[in-house]
């Protein structure tokens, strides 16, 4: 059985939290949860990931 999760990176006109937020994957990773697919969705400022692992 899988478990889902959906995390957000807003995004910045100027600025970059591009490290933060590759950190925060990384994190996830380590815990087993893998990128399924990122969708930023028009009108929005934030990009949403899906992420998936096998629940234990």
Do not use: C
């Not at 995004?11 to 950190?23: C, M, P, Q, R």
């Not at 990773?29 to 009108?43: I, Y």
């Amino acid at each position: 059985m899988k478990e889902y999760k959906i995390i957000k990176q807003k995004t910045k006109v100027f600025g970059d939290n591009d490290a933060t937020f590759e950190k925060e994957l990384n994190d996830y990773a380590r815990l087993g949860w893998q990128v399924t697919s990122a969708v930023m969705p028009s009108h929005s400022t934030a990009m949403k990931v899906i992420l998936e692992r096998t629940k234990n």
